[in-house]
């Protein structure tokens, strides 16, 4: 059974309380914490909105999320209520006046508890709000501020919403949250490289051929369109979830698992990123927006149709990334990420070098090099595929053989989503799976390249069509350099 270690008593304000974030997200997170016995019985969590409802009003609501997105079988009986019981709402106008003195009210009655205020918010609400808070005395040594992505559009904007937020926090205090990094399997990565000399030695450029980082979603833009189609793939998934899943991937071993110590080096890779230039952007990305298909077996509508309007957005991209460091020299890293793929999916490949020479003779096997496959979903566990003999007489037949651990499975038990991890180490005061204002600016100045480069050269989308894995120029990217994608259904 897991290990489960209470956190202190806190108060948490979620802003935004009325969202999808908080209602798909936030309230099964906390509930699942609260029902293990990991948040005290003394915590309060209170939404705060501009929405005008009563207390009761958001309470039931909050139960009906419940009931929607945690499976009846994970809600013991009696835990709802008990929950439901510690939450609490006030009707506020994050940029302006109104309902502050409300909640000022409700958090001096316990000025000694943990603070946790999460924004689950537009970020052009992250400064305005932080300065209410400071200008009614709602911040102290406790306090803690948590900013959902995106946080900016590009290096210029991601620098103005950190600046209206530092005025006001300390970098300390600041819990950038990708919730990538809050998955289980992300950070058994650290555990393979760092406590397993077996891996750590081999993870080099002279054993490894070349990285694969997929993350791929079955749905479209759905009610989310306004914001997308501003944004499109590599500001909305390729600049932070993917960048983050290949700094892991990619660091030196921190000297310890301070905060600080494992997002320095995280550092270090988004700056030994090779910029992508408009003399090089049209061989090493591509971009693609779908078209109508078929998803599931379930016909879908075209980006363009359900945007109601033509676009040139990207909904998928792909490229060649290069880590310009001794141990990466000469590994390329590809990255795919778009929406209406065939399924939902996210892993990083590792594929190491074929051996230089073999005993076996062709006829019997395929020549398949060793590959190390990290599933973040579905199925969360890591799968090691090593050549073995067939089993049976008749002679030396060899085939690709996996090693296969599912954690829930090996494990018997289930893993706390992302979110619940993460909003534990927020109220910890444990940074190390959060990101820091460097990281997320250095990030945003590699990306600015890449968007500066289609700017330059400009070209429309490539169409694919929904339930498939990208543009056929995808598929021509990666295998110019005798490469293929890996692409197991499951």
């Given at each position: 059974m897991a290990t489960i270690i209470p956190v202190a008593s806190f108060d948490?304000?979620?802003?935004?309380?009325?969202?999808?974030?908080?209602?798909?997200?936030?309230?099964?997170?906390?509930?699942?914490r609260f029902q293990d016995g990991q948040i005290p019985?003394?915590?309060?969590?209170?939404?705060?909105?501009?929405?005008?409802?009563?207390?009761e009003t958001f309470r039931e609501r909050a139960r009906d999320a419940i009931k929607r997105f945690v499976p009846p079988q994970d809600i013991r009986e009696g835990a709802l209520d008990a929950f439901i019981d510690h939450l609490d709402y006030v009707m506020i106008d994050g940029a302006g006046e109104e309902g502050w003195a409300e909640l000022t009210a409700k958090l001096n009655e316990r000025p000694d508890q943990v603070r946790p205020y999460y924004l689950a918010t537009s970020?052009?609400?992250?400064?305005?709000?932080?300065?209410?808070l400071a200008s009614h005395g709602l911040i102290g040594e406790k306090s803690r501020v948590v900013l959902e992505k995106p946080i900016g559009k590009d290096l210029k904007s991601a620098r103005a919403i950190n600046?209206?937020?530092?005025?006001?926090?300390?970098?300390?205090?600041?819990?950038?949250?990708?919730?990538?990094?809050?998955?289980?399997?992300?950070?058994?990565?650290?555990?393979?490289?760092?406590?397993?000399?077996?891996?750590e030695r081999l993870w080099t450029a002279d054993v490894i051929d070349h990285v694969q980082i997929t993350v791929a979603e079955t749905v479209g833009v759905e009610g989310r369109a306004g914001y997308y189609d501003r944004s499109g793939a590599l500001r909305d998934m390729l600049q932070n979830h993917l960048l983050q899943l290949l700094c892991l991937t990619a660091m030196e071993s921190p000297l310890n698992l301070d905060a600080n110590a494992v997002r320095d080096e995280k550092l270090k890779v988004l700056r030994a990123l090779k910029p992508i230039t408009p003399n090089d952007v049209q061989q090493v990305t591509v971009r693609g927006q779908y078209g109508a298909g078929a998803v599931?077996?379930?016909?879908?509508?075209?980006?363009?149709?359900?945007?109601?309007?033509p676009s040139r957005t990207e909904t998928f991209v792909a490229m060649k990334v290069e880590v310009q460091s001794w141990r990466w020299a000469g590994v390329p890293f590809y990255l795919r990420t778009g929406k209406r793929m065939p399924q939902k999916l996210s892993e990083i490949v590792v594929q190491f070098r074929a051996s230089p020479f073999s005993i076996f003779p062709e006829e019997s096997f395929g020549r398949e090099p060793n590959r190390l496959v990290i599933r973040l979903q579905p199925?969360?566990?890591?799968?090691?595929?090593?050549?073995?003999?067939?089993?049976?007489?008749?002679?030396?037949?060899?085939?690709?053989?996996?090693?296969?651990?599912?954690?829930?499975?090996?494990?018997?038990?289930?893993?706390?989503?992302?979110?619940?991890?993460?909003?534990?180490?927020?109220?910890?005061?444990?940074?190390?799976?959060?990101?820091?204002?460097?990281?997320?600016?250095?990030?945003?100045?590699?990306?600015?390249?890449?968007?500066?480069?289609?700017?330059?050269?400009?070209?429309?989308?490539?169409?694919?069509?929904?339930?498939?894995?990208?543009?056929?120029?995808?598929?021509?990217?990666?295998?110019?350099?005798?490469?293929?994608w890996h692409e197991e259904l499951r």
């Open positions: 948490c304000v979620v802003f935004g309380a009325t969202g999808d974030l908080t209602t798909r997200k936030l309230l099964p997170a906390l509930f699942y019985g003394t915590s309060r969590i209170i939404g705060a909105s501009r929405t005008d409802i009563a207390a970020p052009d609400l992250y400064g305005p709000i932080c300065r209410n600046d209206a937020v530092g005025e006001v926090f300390p970098e300390t205090q600041i819990y950038r949250i990708d919730h990538y990094l809050g998955k289980e399997t992300v950070q058994n990565l650290l555990a393979l490289r760092f406590a397993n000399t077996i891996f599931a077996g379930k016909p879908v509508e075209s980006y363009a149709t359900e945007l109601e309007g199925q969360e566990g890591m799968k090691l595929e090593v050549m073995t003999k067939d089993p049976g007489p008749g002679g030396m037949r060899l085939r690709p053989t996996n090693l296969d651990i599912s954690f829930e499975e090996t494990f018997k038990q289930r893993y706390p989503d992302a979110y619940e991890r993460l909003l534990m180490d927020v109220v910890r005061g444990n940074a190390t799976l959060f990101m820091r204002r460097d990281e997320v600016e250095a990030a945003w100045a590699w990306a600015d390249g890449v968007l500066k480069a289609w700017s330059d050269r400009p070209e429309a989308p490539r169409p694919y069509p929904a339930g498939t894995w990208g543009p056929t120029s995808a598929i021509a990217l990666i295998e110019r350099d005798g490469r293929t």
